[in-house]
């Protein structure tokens, strides 16, 4: 098979957008005939047809569905490789690629981040930060697709240097109208009666409640699964489930929606976060002056002995 041009796939993704092949060969400034022409050798390359052409105009075919998707994903990808290439000739300094829990993006992480960004020092690095489950955040350094990562720590972590970063706790999200309302404080066995909104079964949290659960002979009942922190919170404030959050999460959002949270005294409950990469000495100087700063600022916001 012929190697697939780039300009090719930028032309299938306008085509789709469009829904038209003269809109796309207008923003192309080539003529339609030529992008039906590039198109159709694309879809002989691969034996497969890309489009459907109907009065209504042009979509792609289920094959042309999963073409679309990575072609989208090559195409932002040449396109950060162009960026990061001319923000380097421009005189940028660094480029620290993060990856990160939805937990610690929703916590600190970001104000960390941004505190930074700020110092002078680093004004000419750039930074990406992208949420990713405990394990694919692992999975990613250990790649070497990304260069630090934060993350529960109790996820394997072998092969990966780290360093501490910060603390939470978890806690029982409910409406004021609960059974459970009344109490101040729980333990996570007495939550096993009702039913939960919890996240996604590949996320850390819900692993450690299966295995909590199963430590009381019991398991966890879910009403429903969401993706976020945010849509378990809205299923809670609906009176339809209880859901266990981070009370660092949760404290602006319960209030919002009139949510009651409260701690759970289990000893898993209190999580311990820390900042990962591959080897500290061999990481760009940018990316180690990132995680010299997460580490100094979590540091200085510890709660004192």
């Not at 109490?183 to 692993?207: D, I, W």
């Not at 929606?257 to 100087?285: H, M, S, Y």
């Amino acid at each position: 098979m012929r190697d697939i041009d780039l300009k090719t796939l930028r032309l299938l993704v306008a085509v789709c957008d469009h829904q038209n092949m003269a809109r796309a060969a207008e923003q192309a400034h080539i003529e339609p005939s030529a992008v039906s022409k590039r198109i159709a050798q694309l879809e002989a390359d691969l034996g497969t047809p890309l489009l459907l052409r109907s009065r209504r105009g042009v979509h792609p075919t289920p094959a042309g569905v999963a073409v679309l998707e990575h072609a989208r994903n090559m195409l932002f990808t040449m396109d950060r490789l162009v960026a990061d290439a001319a923000g380097f000739g421009a005189g940028v300094k660094g480029h620290v690629r993060l990856v990160a829990t939805a937990s610690a993006i929703a916590e600190s992480l970001l104000d960390d981040i941004a505190s930074f960004m700020r110092e002078p020092l680093n004004r000419n690095i750039k930074v990406d930060v992208e949420e990713r489950l405990s394990r694919d955040v692992v999975r990613q350094l250990r790649e070497g697709t990304a260069s630090v990562g934060v993350c529960w720590d109790s996820v394997n972590l072998e092969g990966l240097q780290h360093r501490p970063y910060r603390r939470d706790r978890l806690a029982l999200a409910v409406h004021p109208e609960h059974p459970l309302a009344r109490k101040k404080s729980l333990r996570f066995e007495q939550t096993l009666e009702y039913e939960h909104v919890g996240l996604q079964p590949s996320s850390a949290v819900h692993s450690m409640l299966q295995r909590a659960a199963a430590r009381s002979g019991r398991t966890v009942s879910y009403r429903a699964v969401v993706s976020n922190f945010d849509a378990a919170f809205r299923v809670v404030a609906a009176n339809l489930a209880i859901s266990v959050i981070p009370l660092e999460v949760g404290g602006q959002i319960a209030s919002m929606l009139g949510v009651k949270l409260i701690p759970l005294t289990d000893a898993w409950a209190q999580r311990n976060f820390a900042v990962c990469f591959q080897e500290l000495e061999a990481l760009q100087p940018a990316a180690r002056r990132m995680v010299e700063h997460l580490v100094e600022r979590a540091t200085a916001d510890a709660p004192r002995p």
